[in-house]
């Protein structure tokens, strides 16, 4: 089992920066890979970074490389995503998830959320023009 609680959502104006932190408990191994989404209202959840729990890899959408970056404390107890630059379009409830026991050397070439097997109960992320 694994457990996930997200925080650091809120209201920012376009240009501004957030981050937003993800607490994980429960099965903490290395090659977990842990994910964010976002949903924004009438679309699809999309998947918008991911790395390893234990492992340098990263993925991250076209349309938030460059201006979000995910990263994993020392202890692996929280995932990050910082945010910066937001854009409108980038207004949507976040969710951390995780897909667990993966190969953590293996590239993350797509984020698929009927593969994850735990979420989050997410988080607001407003930007306003």
């Known amino acids: 089992q694994v457990q996930l609680v997200e925080s650091g959502g809120g209201s920012v104006q376009a240009g501004g920066s957030l981050r937003l932190a993800c607490s994980v408990s429960?099965?903490?191994?290395?090659?977990?890979?842990m994910a964010w989404f976002r949903q924004a209202p009438g679309k699809e959840r999309e998947g918008v970074a991911a790395t390893y729990l234990g492992g340098s890899n990263t993925y991250y959408a076209d349309s938030v490389k460059g201006r979000f970056t995910i990263s994993v404390d020392n202890a692996k107890t929280t995932v990050y995503l910082q945010m910066n630059n937001l854009k409108p379009e980038d207004t949507a409830m976040y969710y951390c998830?995780?897909?667990?026991?993966?190969?953590?050397?293996?590239?993350?070439?797509?984020?698929?959320?009927?593969?994850?097997?735990?979420w989050g109960q997410g988080t607001q992320v407003t930007v306003s023009s």
């Open positions: 998830a995780a897909e667990i026991n993966r190969d953590p050397t293996n590239a993350i070439r797509f984020l698929m959320p009927a593969s994850m097997n735990y």
């Open positions: 429960g099965y903490r191994y290395s090659g977990n890979m």
